[in-house]
């Protein structure tokens, strides 16, 4: 059971904004762990989409974002594309667990 | 390019034992930590454990503490996990990953394997 809460789904149509939400707790986010995001296309392996709450590796488009604020965080995609249809993992460190966790995962389906 | 392959993965019934492994290439393996990610068929990711550059540091998620051991050979540019007592719930593609850095917390996972597939079924 992942500590970290994800929407099960999100849509919009090309072109359009979409928001991934991670939402945490005291023990990982709120106690000040980097989030990053994965970005896993269909039958692929996840491939790392954001580090550091906003930082985005050599390669990865600029419609790609995220943020961080409390015990959350959020990816945002806008001007989305057709192949930006794929599931999303946010990631983090928890202290209690002394381990990493996932979300939950997010499907994102664009219209 | 970095790259990394795993396998060892097979149909194995529930309270066996099995080895999978890592092949690494196209980065220095023993600058950084590595782990073990593990996916069940159409679920989510599960964190499984991690071993940091040396060897000197491993950590397991709790679902797989005293039965799964993580390993590393710098020598060979491999990793490996260990598993025993499987369970049914073990069923899943089980992911190598290579650290961002060479922490053991609050670190990120750059590059993925392809996966292994692991069945545990009687």
């Known amino acids: 059971q992942s500590v970290l809460t994800q929407p099960t789904s999100v849509s919009g149509a090309p072109g359009q904004r979409v928001t991934i939400s991670c939402t945490g707790s005291?023990?990982?986010?709120?106690?000040?762990?980097?989030v990053h995001w994965y970005q896993q296309l269909p039958g692929t392996a996840p491939k790392l989409l954001m580090y550091g709450n906003s930082n985005r590796p050599s390669g990865v488009p600029d419609r790609f974002s995220g943020s961080k604020s409390g015990t959350s965080a959020s990816l945002a995609i806008t001007g989305l594309q057709a192949e930006d249809e794929a599931d999303y993992y946010c990631?983090?460190?928890?202290?209690?667990?002394?381990?990493?966790?996932f979300g939950t995962g997010t499907k994102v389906t664009v219209l | 390019e970095v790259q990394l392959v795993e396998s060892g993965g097979v149909v194995v019934q529930p309270g066996g034992s099995l080895r999978l492994s890592c092949a690494a290439s196209?980065?220095?393996?023993?600058?950084?930590?590595m782990h073990w990610v593990r996916q069940a068929p159409g679920k989510g990711l599960e964190w499984v454990s991690l071993i940091s550059w040396d060897g000197g540091s491993t950590n397991y998620a709790d679902s797989v503490k005293g039965r799964f051991t993580i390993s590393r050979d710098n020598s060979k540019n491999s990793l490996y996990l260990q598993m025993n007592s499987l369970r049914t719930e073990d069923t899943a593609l089980y992911y190598c990953?290579?650290?961002?850095?060479?922490?053991?917390?609050?670190?990120?996972?750059?590059?993925w394997g392809q996966g292994t597939l692991v069945t545990v079924s009687s």
């Open positions: 990953a290579k650290d961002k850095g060479s922490g053991v917390a609050d670190t990120c996972l750059d590059y």
């Open positions: 196209g980065f220095t393996f023993d600058d950084y930590t």
């Open positions: 005291s023990s990982n986010i709120g106690a000040g762990y980097d």
């Open positions: 990631q983090s460190y928890d202290s209690r667990l002394s381990g990493y966790v």
